[in-house]
């Protein structure tokens, strides 16, 4: 029995079409989906770098490098499903710094890549209104008024009131001119008394 034509080009096509089919899962790779941070993105602060894939992969490598070749990466790699992490120096200075990454995918087929990023200063914050100076008020403190008491005592002299010892009176002169001259009388009187018979 022979085989027409057209039935060797439908088998000829159900191949064709069916090899495809086989080579399509084969040649679909392992892929980047998202990083944090993003690329050529602009950071305040970061903490982790997170790489999220579309299959799970093995053998990860993260750096964070900065201009100067200095690299921020604190620890090692972890994997948790379909993400890729590592730590970041708290103290990672603002500038320009790449995220160098490498993987190896389920089937074995290593992947590489670059996530360039920067690291900004922190924006001041805007104050909102002139805050009310609030002026404390300063007690003034009145010292009390304490009697200084004077280095050098005063000396009170000590007066008297009178003396406890009084002077003897004295008798007048006139009075014993009068007690002289009554008694000079007496006896004056006394001796003509004696003269008489």
Known sequence: MKKSPIAGMAALLVTFVLGLGLAAPAQAHTTLKSSTPEKNAKVESLRKVTLEFSESVRFPTLLVRGADGKR???????????????????????????????????D???????????VIDKP?????GDAPT??????????????TPSATPTAVAATPA??????????????????????????????SMRKKP
Not at 89 to 103: E, F, K, L, N, S
Not at 108 to 118: A, D, N, R, V
Not at 124 to 128: C, I, L, N, R, Y
């Open 72 to 106: 921020y990466e604190n620890g090692q790699p972890v994997v948790n499903g379909l993400k890729v992490s590592v730590a970041v120096d708290a103290a990672i200075p603002t500038g320009g710094y790449t995220v160098a990454w490498r993987v190896v995918s389920e």
């Open 108 to 118: 074995g087929h290593p992947l590489t890549g670059e996530i360039p990023f920067t």
């Open 124 to 128: 001041s914050p805007t104050p909102t």
């Open 134 to 147: 609030t002026q404390a008020a300063t007690p003034t403190a009145a010292a009390p008024a304490t009697a």
């Open 162 to 191: 009178a003396d406890t010892q009084q002077d003897e009176p004295k008798i007048p002169g006139w009075l014993w001119v009068v007690v002289f001259g009554v008694g000079g009388i007496g006896i004056g009187m006394v001796i």
